[in-house]
């Protein structure tokens, strides 16, 4: 079984910055894709901002250039830098892992989600 942890959500004035943590323990031979995705109530969960294994890095348009995706190999660990915040960007974030065991066979993992709030 593999857990994720974040930590770093909460409130923020508009314009301000946050930074995103989510740690992953457990079983674990390779983690393909790590990332963040948001909900708001009554919607769908959507992609924020992924990265893989090879380093290829995907965002959302809405937060291209103003949201910022690492990640820590060594401690099978991603983060999220978000500057220039918007209201519109209040959201329960959820970190995502898609990890593989030894014989190839995938499993999707999510955090239990950390909200952020943006005052304007």
């Known amino acids: 079984q593999v857990q994720l942890a974040e930590s770093g959500g909460g409130l923020v004035q508009a314009g301000g910055s946050l930074r995103l943590s989510c740690a992953a323990s457990g079983s674990i031979f390779s983690i393909n894709r790590m990332g963040w995705y948001r909900q708001t109530p009554g919607k769908q969960r959507d992609l924020v901002a992924t990265t893989t294994s090879g380093s290829t890095i995907n965002y959302d348009d809405s937060v291209k250039g103003r949201f910022t995706i690492s990640r820590d190999n060594a401690k099978n660990a991603v983060y999220l830098q978000m500057n220039s915040l918007k209201p519109e960007d209040t959201a329960v974030y959820y970190c995502?892992?898609?990890?593989?065991?030894?014989?190839?066979?995938?499993?999707?993992?999510w955090g239990q989600g950390t909200q952020v709030t943006v005052s304007s």
């Open positions: 995502n892992a898609l990890i593989s065991d030894r014989i190839g066979r995938m499993y999707n993992y």
